[in-house]
Structure formats: structure tokens, C-alpha cells
């Protein structure tokens, strides 16, 4: 179900019979047409064990279920919106910063101590997002919000990017990732988080940053 951009803060979906589609509460802004938002109960297409494994992990962001037939405009706060479509891949991004998504793609949640051990852990900690993320994988399209806009830097064999763990959005693709400090520990004294750590992502995919340290 693509996502048609208003503008940098608003998208509209088309919502046809016979197809769902999850939101964030409170993201609709307005719809036309016969459409129905009710509370999602059973933590999407994952299921039960998908809503409680989020649940356990603190990602338990409230999602409606949008049915029916019309289209439906979204945003939330204000924030910048980025639409990325998935082609059999897998999306790992935080709970709350999904705004919509299709119905079609599989649901669930990583523990990020799985990719890079300890220094998954570690960045769960600096990042403030805790130590598991939500994962989207199928074909379809995810709309995620972001602080002054987002750019999409794409990750090759042989070639890592380094960013800002503040800045971080969400990545795809068959991607690593390690928390790894730029710093010495004497020049770490007296500075904040932000550039003394990075995010190290390797492999084949692409990360997606946001233009500001701010989180939601």
C-alpha cells in the first residue's frame, strides 16, 4: 500500500477492501471515504507472540488497525515523515517512531545484543532506546518519522558508515552493527555522549539519518 507525500510532514494511504493497515494512535489526521480505525490487540501481523515479545521489550507503541475503503492522511507531531519501501528485506527501526505501515509486512522484535554482542547492549544504553527494536520485513511500504528531515546513506562490503547514534533512524538489509568510540578516554572527559561514541553499520543495506540529535 504506497504512501503518497503531501508534503514533508503529511502522507496519504490509500485504503482498499480487503487490506489492513497499522498506524501509530493518534497519527490520522483526516480521512475520506468508509474507513474504520480500531485498537490493535494482537500486536499485528506477528500475532499474539509478537505483541508480547514488544511488550517484554518495551516496544509496545499502541497501533490501530485501518480497514475499509478510501484514503487516509497521516503525521504526528509535527515531525518529518520518510516512506520506505521494503522488497523482501528487513526494516529494523524503533517502535515509536513508526507512524504507518502495511498490513502485509511480518512484525517482530530483536534483541540488539544480538548484533555485536555487549556493544549491541551498550548502544541500547547510550542510545536510550533500550536493548530491542522493531523489525518489519516483507513487501510493502513503512512511513517513519524523523527530526528535520532524513537522508538515506546506503552501506557496501568493504565500506561501513559511521553515525551518530542520536541520529539514527532505522536501517534494512544484511547489515552489522557495533557501537565503537572515536575518542580517547581523556579527550572523552568533559563532553557529552554525542560524538564520542558512533554507530558502526557494515555490510549490504542502507541506514537512514535524521538532521538533528533530537529524539521524539
Aim: aromatic share 6%.
Amino acid at each position: 500500500m504506497p504512501f503518497r507525500e503531501i508534503n514533508s510532514k503529511m502522507v496519504e494511504a490509500t485504503v482498499v477492501p480487503g487490506q489492513k493497515m497499522f498506524s501509530q494512535r493518534g497519527a490520522m489526521l483526516a480521512y475520506r471515504g468508509e474507513v474504520s480505525f480500531t485498537p490493535n490487540i494482537q500486536g499485528g501481523q506477528g500475532g499474539v507472540m509478537s505483541m508480547i515479545g514488544r511488550r517484554v521489550a518495551n516496544e509496545a507503541t499502541p497501533l490501530m488497525t485501518v480497514e475499509g475503503s478510501g484514503t487516509v492522511m497521516f503525521g504526528h507531531g509535527g515531525h518529518h515523515i520518510q516512506v520506505i519501501n521494503l522488497a523482501g528485506d528487513t526494516l529494523y527501526v524503533e517502535a515509536d517512531r513508526l507512524l504507518a505501515f502495511d498490513g502485509t509486512l511480518q512484525q517482530g522484535t530483536m534483541f540488539m545484543g544480538s548484533q555485536g554482542g555487549v556493544m549491541g547492549m551498550v548502544r541500547g544504553q547510550v542510545t536510550g532506546q533500550g536493548l530491542f527494536t522493531t523489525t518489519l520485513k516483507g513487501h510493502g511500504a513503512v512511513a517513519v518519522m524523523a527530526h528535520g528531515g532524513v537522508i538515506e546513506l546506503p552501506i557496501t562490503p568493504g565500506c561501513a558508515v559511521h553515525v551518530d547514534p542520536q541520529a539514527y533512524v532505522a536501517h534494512h538489509g544484511d547489515v552489522r552493527n557495533k557501537l565503537s568510540t572515536a575518542l580517547g578516554w581523556r579527550d572523552m572527559v568533559g563532553r557529552g555522549s554525542g560524538e564520542a561514541f558512533q554507530l558502526e553499520l557494515s555490510g549490504s543495506g542502507a541506514v537512514y539519518v535524521q538532521a538533528s540529535e533530537e529524539k521524539l
